[in-house]
């Protein structure tokens, strides 16, 4: 048995209404990589909180190495040698790698001598960086290099890692495992926080399952399938999506030639593509961060307005209207970022009804809101997607990021569209959720709309695409048949391989 590192007794801590970690215990081995599961508001967030000094327990107490352990900061939580690789990259694209580096450090050295130690390091761990490069230049996997270069400058005993394979394709996910397994082997203790239940089976050798704040297992998650683990999440037998046959209709939405310019000095220029979307279909686009995936929903939702005829619904030009007039005859969109985007963050639920669903559910008359309908309206997304929230005056800001997601799908999807563009539609969303945001997708193409559905989770692009097409670069390659392609194959697209020029 591994020496323990990390050793939590009950730790508890709450909030408003709201009880995030119920006396919650577990512990660490020296040299383990431990995973940390839960559904979305399991109270996995607010844990790894305490540990990184974030956030102070109620009650409870921790132990690093034997000693008691109380980050009153996160400044302390590094000096004692943990560390955290966050979901969100917090990454500055004017600066280089090693001035990055740098900010995260108390004591940076001189710039050569850190350019030297980020060369060594990154190369030492297989994961090799460019000091001088701009941040802005690297791609989403390059990215997460920097933090987690960052992360091991420190020397930790403990890195925490949160949701890390979300941007990176399968060969690039190979790699970070390798990495991984090399930092195990040297004592690095590693938890882990993932809705990638195959991963964990693969990487880790404990995992310990939160349930409404509460730890309700610890067990081997090579033991159990990747359902069995899911199911414990949730306390419930899962449904999964169901697989169709489907038989394509009439093209409804066409992209012709369609281009953009950089629209910031670090964007991505879409380069002439061309597509067919059909009713009834779901066509999966798949591409790793960066690669033109919000610059292609800003253009096909009237945020970016193009040429007239670039984009055609049912043969009639739309590219130069706005959203709220491609919403009106049936074009729908829900981008990546819930928070700022998708949804306001200081209006409650029933306001960011209002702002998207206005049109399509007619919650105005003569200049006039009714805020009657919009409160209903938001009610029913909360109760057919099953958003865990007091209720719809509640502000965007207080879900979950795995709530407030099933919102802002659920938000789209019962306003009946005829052509729905979701971008990462199931990001950071426990495996329950993302079951269930799957399968209202695919009831919503068997009612004959039709669906685009951009995504880094190849995973989820094979379970509910049609057909299939890779984003690279700003080109689109050759869409096919999903039944056509494999894991392998996908990746090697993602990487760039046959893009349409």
């Known amino acids: 048995m591994n020496q323990t590192l990390l050793q939590l007794d009950g730790l508890s801590k709450s909030y408003p209404g709201v009880i995030a970690n119920d006396h919650v215990s577990f512990k660490i081995g020296s040299g383990e990589i431990?995973?940390?599961?839960?559904?979305?508001?399991?109270?996995?967030?607010?844990?790894?909180?305490?540990?990184?000094?974030?956030?102070?327990?109620?009650?409870?107490?921790?132990?690093l190495g034997g000693q008691s352990f109380a980050p009153s900061e996160p400044r302390a939580a590094r000096a004692a040698g943990i560390a955290m690789v966050f979901q969100?990259?917090?990454?500055?694209e004017a600066l280089s790698v090693a001035e990055n580096i740098a900010l995260g450090m108390e004591k940076p050295p001189k710039s050569s001598a850190l350019s030297m130690?980020?060369?060594?390091?990154?190369?030492?761990?297989?994961l090799p960086l460019?000091?001088?490069?701009?941040?802005?230049?690297?791609?989403?996997?390059e990215r997460q290099r920097v933090e987690i270069i960052r992360c091991l400058l420190q020397d930790p005993k403990l890195l925490i890692m949160d949701e890390p394979t979300s941007v990176l394709t399968p060969q690039e996910v190979t790699t970070l495992f390798t990495t991984l397994r090399k930092l195990k082997s040297e004592g690095t203790s590693i938890l882990y926080i993932s809705h990638k239940l195959e991963e964990i089976r693969t990487l880790c050798e404990t995992a310990t399952i939160l349930r409404n704040g509460k730890k309700v297992a610890t067990c081997d998650p090579r033991e159990n399938s990747a359902r069995q683990l899911a199911e414990m999440m949730v306390g419930a037998t899962l449904n999964y999506a169901k697989a169709r046959t489907?038989?394509?209709?009439?093209?409804?939405?066409?992209?012709?030639?369609?281009?953009?310019?950089?629209?910031?000095?670090?964007?991505?220029?879409l380069k002439n593509i061309s597509f067919q979307l059909h009713k009834g279909e779901v066509l999966?686009?798949?591409?790793?961060?960066?690669?033109?995936?919000?610059?292609?929903?800003?253009?096909?939702?009237?945020?970016?307005?193009?040429?007239?005829?670039?984009?055609?619904?049912?043969?009639?030009?739309?590219?130069?209207l706005t959203p709220n007039l491609r919403r009106a005859l049936g074009i729908l969109a829900a981008p990546e970022e819930r928070l700022g985007h998708a949804a306001a963050p200081d209006m409650d639920l029933t306001e960011n009804s209002m702002l998207t669903a206005m049109v399509r559910k007619k919650l105005s008359s003569a200049g006039f809101l009714n805020w009657k309908q919009a409160r209903e309206f938001a009610q029913r997304v909360i109760d057919e997607f099953d958003v865990r929230t007091p209720g719809p005056q509640?502000?965007?800001?207080?879900?979950?990021?795995?709530?407030?997601?099933?919102?802002?799908?659920?938000?789209?999807?019962?306003?009946?569209?005829?052509?729905?563009?979701?971008?990462?539609?199931?990001?950071?969303?426990?495996?329950a959720a993302a079951a269930a945001i799957r399968q209202s997708l695919l009831d919503l193409a068997s009612k004959g709309a039709a669906v685009i559905v951009i995504s880094q989770d190849l995973d989820e692009l094979m379970e509910?695409?049609?057909?299939?097409?890779?984003?690279?670069?700003?080109?689109?390659?050759e869409i096919q048949s999903m039944a056509k392609f494999s894991l392998d194959e996908i990746g090697l697209l993602l990487g760039g391989a046959d893009a349409a020029g």
Request: aromatic share 4%.
């Open 464 to 477: 509910i695409s049609t057909r299939f097409a890779a984003l690279n670069t700003g080109k689109l390659s």
């Open 88 to 92: 969100h990259f917090s990454l500055f």
């Open 284 to 320: 999966g686009i798949g591409g790793v961060a960066g690669n033109g995936q919000d610059e292609l929903l800003a253009c096909l939702s009237g945020e970016v307005l193009t040429s007239p005829n670039a984009i055609q619904l049912n043969g009639n030009n739309v590219g130069h």
């Open 117 to 126: 130690q980020i060369t060594k390091v990154s190369h030492t761990y297989g």
């Open 394 to 431: 509640s502000v965007a800001r207080s879900l979950s990021g795995g709530n407030l997601q099933k919102f802002v799908i659920g938000r789209e999807v019962l306003q009946d569209p005829n052509v729905l563009i979701v971008n990462q539609p199931t990001w950071g969303v426990d495996a």
């Open 130 to 141: 460019d000091p001088e490069r701009l941040v802005g230049d690297l791609s989403a996997g």
């Open 34 to 63: 431990h995973a940390l599961l839960g559904e979305n508001g399991a109270g996995k967030s607010t844990l790894v909180k305490m540990i990184y000094g974030l956030v102070r327990p109620d009650t409870g107490r921790m132990q």
């Open 246 to 269: 489907v038989k394509l209709g009439e093209v409804i939405l066409k992209a012709s030639n369609l281009s953009l310019p950089p629209q910031s000095a670090f964007g991505t220029s």
